[in-house]
């Protein structure tokens, strides 16, 4: 599994600057819902709902909210690199720069893999650090989405 069949370069978003952790989550829905011509409402709701589960912030500066959404075909993935920081409620307690949203169609099991690839690669301190620094949406893609990776 590569992080490039489900990232396409156009949902690279560098430098959003929500506020808060809620705002961002409003942010990222309404980018989804652009894109897969949804009600960002249900988007919101369905991730506001994973997240009182507990955080999707997994250490390190980098999140992954993630939720079913009813009405939903196709795996959809986003990334976000923040202007500043967020306070995410992460496991380490460290703000958020790095974000990666993953809708999910109901009834698909396969999210976890996509999850635990995501994971993987963003985890890589090389990977991480790079992202941070390069400029354009495509510098990060390829940096995310290696030819061989």
């Known amino acids: 599994m590569k992080l490039g ?3 396409p370069p156009e949902n690279i978003v560098l430098d959003l600057a929500p ?9 990222l829905s309404i980018l989804a819902a652009e894109r ?3 009600g960002a409402g249900e988007i919101v709701r ?8 507990g955080s999707t912030g997994i250490g390190a500066g980098i999140a992954i909210p993630h939720a079913n959404v009813k009405g939903l075909d196709r795996h959809f993935c986003l990334f976000a690199r923040l202007a500043k920081p ?3 409620e992460a496991v380490d307690d460290e703000p958020v720069d790095l ?3 993953l809708l999910n169609p109901e009834n698909r099991p396969d999210h976890l893999n996509i999850l635990s690839c995501i994971a993987r690669r963003v985890r890589e301190e090389e990977t991480a650090a790079a992202i941070r620094r ?3 949406p495509q ?10 990776a």
């Open 5 to 7: 069949d489900y990232l």
């Open 19 to 27: 506020p808060s952790k809620a705002i961002l989550i409003k942010q």
């Open 36 to 38: 897969l011509a949804l």
């Open 46 to 53: 369905v991730l506001t709902n994973r997240e009182t589960l």
């Open 86 to 88: 967020v306070d995410f």
């Open 99 to 101: 974000v990666f949203l």
């Open 134 to 136: 390069v400029t354009t």
């Open 139 to 148: 510098d990060v893609y390829s940096r995310l989405c290696p030819l061989n």
